[in-house]
T-cell receptor, first 113, second 111 residues
């Protein structure tokens, strides 16, 4: 099993550009989520999904869109990149039940210039 | 999720036990204590979790006080590879992977 796979690993965008960060998991997990981590800080929740077709906002959703058309994939879209979105982005997945542990991808390091 | 308080940094000698404390005085009865660690900006890695009993696995032990207001993660024989930021998180089971990360404790294991 590959676990949680994020692509790309590194990306540089110009202000105003859009792009999609990809996240795929092969563990048949129902729960998936996106976090961002700014330098020296803990992770903050952007969006999450409890199953295909169901998404909701986390702590810092502005500037990001998500969709969940399949169990395996949970892409994160940046609509119009801003320098404030320079960060490391992590995707996580887990199963429902009490209590599930979360599996994280290795991250996408995004720089917006 | 209940708020947690951890020291920002700790040092430990290689081969000695590392004891990482966490305060969670507002924890509710149905909230679990989770520990994750993050090695050098990699994705966080699950370590252990518990509700009220002490727990042990191949990575660590978790000691939860009887009133559940604090806990300690114990790495019994720390190695250089255990140098990381350790996060204590309390949450209900239904929260899935919607985790609230604080600042964590930066553990430096020294030779």
């Amino acid at each position: 099993n590959a676990g949680v796979t994020q692509t790309p690993k590194f990306q540089v965008l110009k202000t105003g550009q859009s792009m999609t960060l990809q996240c795929a998991q092969d563990m048949n997990h129902e729960y998936m989520s996106w976090y961002r981590q700014d330098p020296g800080m803990g992770l903050r929740l952007i969006h999450y999904s409890v199953g295909a077709g169901i998404t909701d906002q986390g702590e810092v959703p502005n500037g990001y869109n998500v969709s969940r058309s399949t169990t395996e994939d949970f892409p994160l879209r940046l609509l119009s990149a801003a320098p404030s979105q320079t960060s490391v982005y992590f995707c996580a997945s887990s199963s429902p039940g009490a209590p599930p542990e979360a599996f994280f991808g290795q991250g996408t390091r995004l720089t917006v210039v | 999720d209940a708020k947690t308080t951890q020291p920002p940094s700790m040092d430990c000698a290689e081969g000695r036990a590392a004891n990482l404390p966490c305060n969670h005085s507002t924890i509710s009865g149905n909230e679990y204590v989770y520990w994750y660690r993050q090695i050098h900006s990699q994705g966080p890695q699950y370590i252990i979790h518990g509700l009220k009993n002490n727990e042990t696995n191949e990575m660590a032990s978790l000691i939860i006080t009887e009133d559940r207001k604090s806990s300690t993660l114990i790495l019994p024989h720390a190695t250089l590879r255990d140098t990381a930021v350790y996060y204590c998180i309390v949450r209900v089971a239904e929260a899935g992977n919607m985790l609230t990360f604080g600042g964590g404790t930066r553990l430096m294991v020294k030779p």
